[in-house]
């Protein structure tokens, strides 16, 4: 029987008559069902390759919180631990470095190929919107990170993330110091990295999984295949990654900077926030709120505007505009790595 | 068989047992849980064997230096001021006392703090006072650094075996996985 919103022809036998046992009784059975076959290539398996860097980050992250001490007194001196002293611990932090540098090229190569195929359209707008989440999750999850290394880059990084909630009044009141004087804020931008926003990419993820099973991916071809005959190559590409990840660690391992003095800003953040640095160089510490805003609407938008037949038009300058922002994006990259650092705080 | 057993057991708790009772585990309270670096603490220790010499370590995450010791008493107890050496650097430690055996017995956090600056005698009183709510002197302001930081690695025989099987297994695993057909042929 097929209820597949394609209409895709009977898939090829599976041949898996030997995982009875473990099927029955984990449901393996569930993983059974009709994928266009095209959505085996490479393009429709960004999501997977960032599923992956998620894995990795999450378990290297779960050993690196065994030694890290979010006291801001103590902080740097644990990172220095972990790096000379802790078993793994710098192995494990290399990893954690290049998995989340690997994972923000997924997430941008993943968004723009479902913008290009321009699978956000009906009936997969609300799939859209979780992965848009999930992006903006990841983006916080990356800068809490840079804020915890505490040598002299995140704590300037920490002076813009307060920075940031000050100029949103009440709203961002909860990323001020002025939130509480129980704890120091180190101690709750650690909370946030390890607690609250793992666990929110964790439900959005399976929110999303949910979505893109049930909905189906959106292929051109009217072949299909079994996902779980696929599973086995996405694993593979899966173990690639991570192979290129624990070389990035072993030839280029992350360093870390001095202790921080507080008042100064002599470094830049960390490389996927550098475009939001560029544009605080040229409109000021407000270009901090609304430039991830403008990115973010931008996503928001897209299902609104490309939905029933669009006119070519339109569509062409959705095309466009998507395809602009994004150079516009790794140019402020480009831009802000090259140049030397820029006093913002207080613009 | 079963005989064996229960020697075997009896044997382990017995030996278990004879390790709880080396020493008794204590509790040490310090009359502040921040103190600068050259300054006294009072330090106060209770529930230890009595009549035994207990180091005093103050241990950090990078370092670690024996600062004092105390004898209990009849009672297992001890009072002592104990000095801070003016070059630890400030931070977030523990002090950890220490039995004659190696066994950690009791420990306390402990935040210390940068030295206070220092003023010489001949400068008179009403400088002393001044120099006690100043800045700190130009020579005393930390310097910011852009630069990393100088850090030797070294990873471990074992270290290097474990990612070395991981990579390699990796490697081979995905190699194996992803020539593997799509659909059954």
């Known amino acids: ?347 | 068989m079963n005989a064996r057993v229960s020697v075997l057991a009896v044997m382990i708790v017995a030996m278990a047992a004879s390790q709880a009772r080396a020493h008794e585990k204590g509790v040490i309270t310090l009359a502040s849980g921040m103190a600068a670096a050259g300054s006294t603490l009072q330090v106060m220790g209770e529930k230890f064997s009595s009549s035994t010499q207990l180091r005093l370590v103050l241990r950090g995450a990078l370092s670690e230096r024996e600062i004092g010791s105390a004898e209990t008493d009849a009672a297992g107890g001890f009072v002592i001021e104990l000095e801070i050496p003016a070059g630890v650097e400030p931070g977030a430690y523990r002090l950890v006392a220490v039995a004659p055996d190696g066994d950690e017995v009791a420990s306390a956090d402990l935040e210390v703090e940068a030295a206070p600056a220092v003023v010489p005698e001949s400068a008179g009183a009403g400088a002393q006072e001044q120099a006690a709510g100043a800045e700190p002197a130009a020579s005393a302001m930390p310097i910011p650094s852009a630069e990393e930081l100088a850090i030797e690695r070294r990873w471990s025989g074992f270290e290097w075996f474990v990612i070395g099987v991981l990579v390699g297994g990796a490697t081979v695993a995905g190699m194996f996985l992803y020539r593997r057909p799509a659909f059954a042929t």
């Open chain 1, 1 to 347: 029987m097929n209820d597949h919103p394609h209409g895709h022809s009977e898939a090829e036998p599976t041949g898996n008559e030997g995982s009875g046992f473990w099927s029955s009784r984990l449901g393996l059975d569930a993983l059974k069902y009709p994928i266009p076959i095209d959505s085996t290539t490479l393009g429709y398996s960004l999501g997977a390759a960032t599923f992956v860097c998620f894995v990795i980050l999450v378990l290297t992250g779960f050993w690196l919180a065994q030694f890290y001490n979010p006291n801001p007194s103590a902080a740097h001196d644990s990172v220095v631990y972990i790096i000379t002293r802790a078993p793994f611990g710098d192995i494990a932090r290399n990893l954690h470095y290049w998995a989340a540098s690997v994972m923000v090229v997924t997430i941008v190569a993943h968004i723009g190929w479902v913008f290009y195929r321009r699978a956000y359209r009906a009936p997969r707008e609300i799939t859209w919107y979780a992965g848009v989440a999930l992006a903006g999750l990841v983006f916080l999850i990356v800068v809490t990170g840079t804020v915890l290394r505490y040598d002299q880059e995140g704590f300037e990084a920490l002076a813009h993330f307060l920075a940031g909630g000050e100029l949103t009044g009440q709203l961002g009141r909860f990323f001020t110091d002025g939130f509480t004087i129980s704890t120091p804020t180190l101690a709750r931008i650690f909370s946030l990295h390890t607690s609250l926003l793992p666990l929110g990419i964790v439900a959005l993820i399976g929110l999303h999984f949910w979505l893109v099973k049930e909905l189906g991916i959106s292929g051109a071809s009217p072949r299909s295949v079994m996902f779980s005959n696929h599973l086995p190559r996405i694993a593979g590409l899966g173990l690639f990654l991570f192979v290129l990840v624990a070389v990035l660690a072993i030839l280029a391992p992350e360093g870390l900077g001095h202790r921080p003095v507080a008042g100064y800003e002599i470094t830049k953040p960390f490389w996927p926030v550098l475009w939001i640095y560029a544009l605080e160089s040229v409109f000021g510490m407000w270009a901090l709120v609304w430039s991830p805003l403008v990115v973010f609407l931008f996503f928001a938008v897209v299902p609104l505007i490309d939905r029933g037949s669009p006119q070519r038009t339109t569509l062409v300058a959705l095309r466009t505009l998507g395809a602009a922002l994004l150079v516009v994006l790794l140019a402020l990259v480009l831009w802000a790595g090259l140049s030397p650092p820029q006093q913002h705080l207080g613009m």
